[in-house]
């Protein structure tokens, strides 16, 4: 069967097949088509995601080790491509990562049934410097840390850099309430309506888990000190009733080279950080996923 062609819609009666050809860049075979109707050419690699692209064969790996603290700039080092092309590579991965993850989520609730039971909270880090950061919250699905969604905000520098970011970078508005209650909206497509929710004390969370979730429980908990090492998702307290988005927060930090603290990588852009996120949580709900599975089977 030859596909419909994609320059003038004919449909597959007026395409036929015309040759193959071998693609080095990753060593795959492609069926040509020539459509009778408009007379152009085209191949089954003109519907790939990679159409276009060089360099394919990092794809894969790059992916991988995005999840393993690379920093972008070792990225481009170790496959000796430019950092342009790290960062191209890097929005091109996430927005199929965002695809496989919806796609992963349904799976997940096919063989585990529903997300009942969630934790969130947020992440404070920084684009370009700590004068400008970032809040990103994190929702996990107690016990077993399926990330099921995440936003990131801008948000105005708080403590002894409030005044200095201030006069050096001028006003920065707090878009964390606006992009929380957003996460939460998209959440109602996802959740039951009954999930109980188990947050720290952190006055919004309230306000937005009852504007769309009126009838669900809300628990919350008072946060404990985080432990001295600077991981500071990294609780010292007995048992921590946080724990599930605690150690997802406290993965991140160490997963994610631009995440971490005491180091000099940074986010540049706030975008980068939602692609770099959506890339970890994809591979993280997938490492689970096939866990949870094979000890399902067994
Ligand atoms: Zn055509």
Not at 36 to 61: G, H, M, V, W
Not at 71 to 87: E, G, N, P, Q, Y
Not at 89 to 112: C, D, G, P, W, Y
Request: proline share 3%.
């Amino acid at each position: 069967m030859c596909p419909e062609c994609p320059n003038c819609r004919a449909d597959s009666g007026s395409v036929v097949r015309n040759g193959h050809f071998f693609r080095r860049s990753d060593s795959r075979k492609f069926q040509n088509f020539r459509c009778k109707a408009c007379l152009k050419y085209f191949s089954n690699a003109t519907f790939s995601d990679c159409y276009r692209q060089k360099k394919r064969r990092i794809n894969e790996p790059l992916r991988d080790l995005f999840c393993k603290r690379i920093s972008l700039r070792d990225a481009a080092r170790h496959f000796k491509v430019s950092r342009t092309t790290i960062a191209r590579r890097l929005v091109f991965l996430a927005a199929q990562s965002r695809k496989r993850n919806t796609m992963l989520l349904h799976s997940i609730q096919a063989e585990f049934g529903a997300f009942d039971r969630v934790q969130f909270d947020d992440l404070i880090t920084a684009e370009h410097t700590k004068c400008k950061p970032i809040s990103a919250t994190v929702v996990v699905q107690e016990d077993t840390r399926f990330i099921l969604s995440y936003c990131v905000a801008q948000i105005p520098a708080f403590g002894p850099l409030a005044a200095i970011a201030k006069q050096k970078y001028g006003h920065r508005a707090d878009h964390s309430r606006r992009q929380r209650d957003r996460l939460l909206k998209q959440l109602t497509d996802l959740l039951p309506i009954h999930t109980t929710f188990r947050t720290d004390e952190h006055n919004h969370y309230p306000v937005v888990i009852k504007r769309h979730f009126p009838h669900t429980t809300h628990v919350t908990h008072k946060s404990a000190r985080g432990s001295v090492s600077g991981q500071g998702e990294l609780k010292k307290v007995g048992r921590d009733p946080l724990f599930s988005i605690n150690h997802t927060l406290a993965m991140f930090r160490d997963k994610m080279s631009r995440l971490s603290r005491r180091s000099w990588n940074l986010s540049k852009r706030i975008d980068r950080l939602d692609d770099h996120l959506a890339i970890y949580i994809e591979s993280h709900n997938r490492m689970i996923f096939e866990r949870l599975k094979k000890a399902k089977n067994h």
